[in-house]
């Protein structure tokens, strides 16, 4: 990875060098060239452009002097009488007192800023040191500008080698600096993906407690904050797989020992193999039952394999037809089981078998939970877009700060009692789970005048 980062940032950066260099000699050549042949020097470029174009369209230089004068000054008076026409006057700024002047292909003078009339032809070494003015390849004439510098024709290549030669120069010392801040940086980019690396080992080694430092706001930071999130939530989780397997150990070896306990009484003829003594076997082992089936049911909702069979239920008979299950027991225990239905309940779409294991259960607890001569009211109340079952009983409640605890496994706040009564201490646990496999709610709460109540919502 690090190499690979280094090669990226090597690439990129020798690339972008050679594409500089590139350009650099190109524009090189050309400046050169136009500073050195075209005027540059004497900032005659635009002069030598407008006398070049002016013998093109009039194929002569009769007429060409206005374009050596100085815009808004009078032609024709001696000194100071040069520049061009306008658009030069600029150009021209620059060698007002610069005398210019100006023969044609063989070298006889047609112009001078500094004589009206000129007259004779310059010589060829004077010439040679002149700017050739061209139509095409053509030489038609040469300028003159005093004091400008004489090029030999090689001149140029030497000057053009020269700045080359320092413009690689000048890449190779960027390339080494290059070079040594690509180690810098792609040591610093990968420090927080050693660190991830280094905790995603200790992580699949067991240890998951490891965290990484997480800095700033980019895409690793993102990363590593997911990374530790993950590791959070396996340990959450591993956390509580060890919790389980501990409780139900404990859930077991109670019923279990007690069993034992009473066969070997029988066995060993303490008891006698009586109804009554076989009868309290049986309940350790209906208990037992019970339990191994409710923890069946969590471990298939948690593994996401519970099949639900949804479909559109009247829930206000279907709860009808549970309290109805439920009357005799409540009968017995001398509770008065209420129903009600407030509204107009439409079909809803549930698991009624599974919906019925949940107010089962609520149902039960709440006798359970009871003392005699008591009461429990079930009322469902439906509106067009929610319907929600309410247990309410007028025992002792929960205690406030477990109305979220009584729905975690294997929790009861009165560990003796619930066992001794029969239960698992897995019943909420199942009824939220069931209730919100199917898109509802299951809560609980304590009436302000006494009792739990249980609400079970779906909303439609
Ligand atoms: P259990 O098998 O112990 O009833 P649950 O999961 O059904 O297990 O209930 C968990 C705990 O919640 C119970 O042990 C009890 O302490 C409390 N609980 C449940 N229902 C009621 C109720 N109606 N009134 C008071 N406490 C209740």
Redesign the pocket.
Known sequence: MRLRLFLSFTVVVLISIASLLLVIRQTAIQEVRTFMFRGGMAGLEGVVAGLENYYAINQTWAGAGHLLEPSGQNSGSGRGNRGGQQGFGGMMAGMMNQRIRLADADGNLVLDTEDAEPMGSLGSDVLQGAIPLRMGRDIVGYLLPEGGMVFSSGDDVALIDRLTRAAYIAAGVAIVFALILAILLSNRLLRPIRALTQAADTLAEGDLSNRVTVQGNDELATLGQTFNQMASTLEEAEASRRGMTADIAHELRTPLAVQRAQLEALQDGVHPASNENITSILEQNILLTRLVEDLRTLALVDAGQLQLEMVPTDLASLVERIVRRFKSQADENQVDLQFSVDGECLEIQIDPGRVEQIIG?LIS??L??TPGQSWVKINLDCSPNRQILSVR?N????PSDATEL?FDRF????HSR?RAEG???????IARQLAEAQGGELTASNHPDGG?I?ELAFSI
Do not use: E, K
């Open positions: 259960n607890n709440a359970r939970y009983d025992g002792p409640g929960i009584v929790y009861r706040v009165d619930s239960g698992t201490g897995l019943g909420l646990a739990a249980f």
